[in-house]
């Protein structure tokens, strides 16, 4: 448990972290105790997640007496999710005449909007499945997204379809235009 971190905790981490980078992971993430305590209103998803998620490896576990309030988790979950729509249509504006890129563009997204599904489903009291497709289907039944571009960008991505059988631009036309930015979660 961290009470300060200054320059001399990152010195004597320091090999820790580049060991850790090495094997391909990102850098680890420092918090006080008190950074840990308030910082729940700025970053409640991830702080939902790592609640969900969490191991202990050394100390007393700080992460389980955590309180996320809806109010702020709500607002990140909304604002992320009409940000990742907006850039998304921001990028897919240079790219719909070219078919690989449009599909490179929407297989990006994804994953991130399984993701934010997830939380929108936990924010509307549905336990939050864990499987990209059963993300997916909650949200096509809680949320009324249609799912059928996310199943097949699924697909893709897990190769049951090649790139030549997928045509991009219905998909996209599903993602850009009737995907609601607007709709509270």
């Not at 996209?172 to 509270?184: E, P, Y």
Request: aromatic share 6%; proline share 6%; charged share 30%.
């Amino acid at each position: 448990m961290l009470t300060k971190i200054s320059p001399n905790e990152l010195r004597a981490v320091e090999p820790v972290f580049r060991w850790w980078r090495e094997q391909g992971n990102p850098s680890p993430l420092l918090l006080t105790e008190r950074e840990l305590k308030t910082s729940t209103d700025c970053f409640p998803i991830e702080f939902h997640d790592i609640r969900e998620q969490h191991r202990i490896l050394y100390g007393p576990n700080l992460v389980e007496s955590l309180e996320i309030e809806d109010v702020f988790y709500r607002a990140q979950v909304e604002t992320q999710l009409r940000t990742k729509l907006l850039r998304l249509r921001q990028k897919g504006g240079g790219v719909l005449s070219d078919k690989d890129a449009l599909r490179a563009l929407l297989l990006d997204s994804v994953s991130t909007f399984c993701v934010l599904f997830r939380h929108a489903l936990l924010l509307n009291g549905v336990k939050g499945p864990a499987r990209k497709r059963e993300i997916v289907e909650g949200a096509a039944q809680r949320l009324g997204i249609d799912p059928a571009p996310f199943l097949t960008l699924l697909d893709l991505r897990e190769q049951k379809l090649k790139a030549k059988d997928v045509e991009p631009e219905p998909c996209s036309r599903v993602i850009l235009f009737r995907l609601k930015g607007d709709r509270r979660c």
